[in-house]
């Protein structure tokens, strides 16, 4: 059985472990009363190798637990056994004992500071490829313009936690109350045009919803709507996200509708209805938080249009600090690949090059 243990741990670093934590705090603290580095050495490498061979500890565990991940606690014992000096081994190993025993968390998230390396899923840099669309579950791919579902989960974990309130004035297919049910958030969506409003909800009832949150679509102009009047249908005044995922302008057309900002007949009447859209969201989200807007640029008239870089400057004039911009890649449809040579030939023959990005500009409510 031992040696079963071994291979699985050998096989698969990266799968957690439960150690008993009466018996993982005993094994630090005998490592702690070392008298010297070379004994405190000896004492995590043994532990380190008794770990490796089984991924847990020898007997299964009897009291209280504490998982990590096996490949960050053998990083956190290698760095233990690299340290130069006793104070600084003593140091590394207090640091993993509060990881065994604290939970240290921001006020916006749930992320555990202590244990901040098993987060690897969570994007810190600001370039995003994200090779296809996740199509798991209730996420389908039939609304033109679909929300990549990837980057309001990356929102969500970073900037919200179980139990928070989300809003979404461009809900469209439903994309971020799909993410909500499976992430704990309570989500509001707003989508203008009826029939995929009706869609959409029925999208969203597909997803499973086992913590039992709210995700409510609603039809209406998110560039007139009340919105205070709207939460307190739910008894709330506030929310702690802002998602906003506009047309990119005329990029596509989503509808006969004038109201619609894919309609507007310039770019300065685009950006205007959008800079109403952020002052009628504004008053309820909460200072301190943050509102996220998904964006990209567009050609006119032989002339690059910095669309992201306007709309990150109407919100800017609005009482918002910029906190990030993210570069995310645009990956073709396939109706695109189709005519991918058709659009390298335009590119070459007039001088422009083809977008391949869209940003996510990361704001906080000051």
């Not at 490796?52 to 504490?66: F, I, K, L, Q, S």
């Not at 109403?276 to 309820?284: A, G």
């Not at 008239?301 to 609005?318: K, S």
Request: aromatic share 10%; proline share 5%; net charge positive.
């Amino acid at each position: 059985m031992a040696t079963d243990k071994a291979n699985n741990a050998e096989r698969d670093p990266r799968r957690r472990v439960h150690l008993e934590r009466q018996w993982f705090a005993q094994a630090l603290e005998r490592c702690l009363a070392g008298r010297d580095l070379p004994a405190l050495r000896a004492c995590v490498a043994e532990l380190r190798d008794a770990l490796r061979r089984a991924g847990e500890t020898p007997d299964p565990p009897a009291g209280p637990t504490v998982a990590f991940r096996l490949e960050d606690l053998l990083d956190e014992l290698d760095q233990v056994l690299q340290a130069r000096t006793l104070a600084r081994a003593r140091y590394y190993l207090r640091r993993l004992r509060r990881a065994t025993e604290e939970v240290r968390t921001g006020p916006i998230n749930e992320i555990n500071l202590l244990r901040w390396k098993e987060y690897d899923d969570i994007l810190t840099d600001s370039l995003w490829v994200i090779p296809r669309r996740d199509t798991s579950g209730a996420h389908q791919a039939w609304y033109w313009g679909n929300f990549v579902p990837q980057i309001p989960r990356q929102m969500m974990l970073r900037y919200t936690r179980r139990g928070d309130w989300v809003l979404d004035p461009f809900a469209g297919s439903g994309t971020t109350l799909i993410e909500c049910r499976r992430l704990g958030r309570n989500g509001i969506g707003v989508e203008l045009n009826p029939q995929v409003a009706a869609r959409a909800r029925e999208t969203v009832a597909q997803e499973p919803n086992p913590q039992g949150v709210v995700t409510a679509l609603v039809e209406g102009d998110s560039t007139t709507l009340d919105f205070a009047h709207l939460l307190e249908r739910h008894g709330r005044s506030s929310v702690h996200l802002l998602l906003l995922h506009p047309p990119y302008h005329d990029i596509i057309r989503f509808g006969e509708d004038p109201r619609d900002l894919s309609n507007a007949p310039t770019v300065e009447a685009f950006l205007e209805r959008l800079g109403q859209v952020v002052e009628r969201t504004s008053p309820v989200l909460e200072t301190g938080r943050y509102l996220a807007v998904v964006i990209g640029d567009k050609y006119g008239h032989g002339e690059w249009i910095p669309l992201g870089f306007y709309a990150m400057e109407e919100v800017r004039r609005r009482g918002y600090r910029l906190k990030s911009i993210v570069v995310k890649n645009f990956e073709d449809t396939r109706s695109k690949r189709r005519r991918q040579s058709l659009w390298r030939y335009r590119a070459l023959a007039g001088g422009f090059y083809l977008f391949k990005h869209e940003y996510i500009l990361i704001f906080e409510k000051v």
